[in-house]
């Protein structure tokens, strides 16, 4: 008796560490997504879910730009003018599977113009058309809502995809607006890639920093125009 149940034990033994070696085995042919803050199919969102409450996009890894485009008192005139028919241009160089969404702070305030959506390409352009320079310049707080929006679509993306906000200025931002500190919260929980464009203010903007934003020193519409596809070929790459 006492050898049948040696034997039994034996067996029960070996049948486990078969199982524990197709499972290992099993596991070892999965391969999870690279996190890293450059790689679009990255989960490395420090507060994104799967909640149910969350409709899904039907693209896990579309590409999304939200643009934030300073109307400030001081982008009046020409150049207010000049920048908005190179940010149209470039809307309608955006395909058409890529989120593309608007905020915008002028005389009227700061607000989310056009949420991050496919296509609409006609009402971007249309929106961009109707504003007008006015007011001054909460760089810290658009960028919030720009930041707020890419993450709710994060989250219908389960994270997954690739994410850009990029913000188009002409002037310092005001006081208690500066957004070096929100520049390291969202490179440090985020993928977002953080694209700056200065135009006509050279280089010394508090957006210029070093290995955490891609800065464009836009002198010219040629050099905004040239920022603006940047975008476009970092995402290429990515």
């Given amino acids: ?12 033994a070996l049948a486990l560490l078969i ?3 197709v499972q290992q085995q099993q596991s070892n042919n999965v391969t999870p997504p690279v996190q890293g803050q450059n790689n679009p199919q990255a989960n490395v969102w420090s507060n994104v879910d799967d909640s149910s409450s969350i409709v899904l996009d039907d693209n896990l890894l579309r590409i999304n730009i939200c643009l934030v485009f300073d109307c400030s008192g001081s982008m009046s005139g020409s150049k207010l003018s000049t920048a908005k028919d190179v940010i149209k241009a470039f809307t309608l160089s955006v395909k058409p599977d890529m989120g593309l969404g608007l905020v915008v702070f002028d005389g009227g305030g700061i607000s989310e113009r056009v949420p991050i959506t496919v296509g609409e390409r006609k009402k971007f352009v249309a929106t ?3 504003l007008n320079a006015g007011g001054s310049t909460p760089l810290e707080s658009a960028m919030k809502i720009g930041y707020n929006a890419l993450q709710v ?3 219908r993306q389960l994270g997954y995809g690739e ?11 005001d006081f208690g607006e500066d957004p070096q500190k929100l520049v ?5 929980e985020s993928p977002v890639i953080i694209h700056a464009i200065g135009f006509k203010i050279g280089t010394g903007h508090s957006l210029n920093q070093s290995g955490k934003t891609i800065y464009t020193d836009a002198q010219s519409p040629q050099d905004l125009a040239q920022g603006l596809q940047s975008v476009l070929a970092e995402s290429e790459k990515l």
Wanted: proline letters at 0%; one cysteine or more; aromatic letters at 2%.
């Fill in 19 to 21: 199982a524990c070696g």
């Fill in 163 to 173: 994410y850009h906000l990029v913000v188009v200025t002409d002037g310092a931002a």
């Fill in 184 to 188: 390291d919260k969202i490179t440090s």
């Fill in 153 to 155: 679509q994060a989250k």
């Fill in 1 to 12: 008796m006492k050898e049948a149940i040696i034997a039994v034990l034996v067996g029960v």
């Fill in 128 to 130: 961009i058309d109707g």
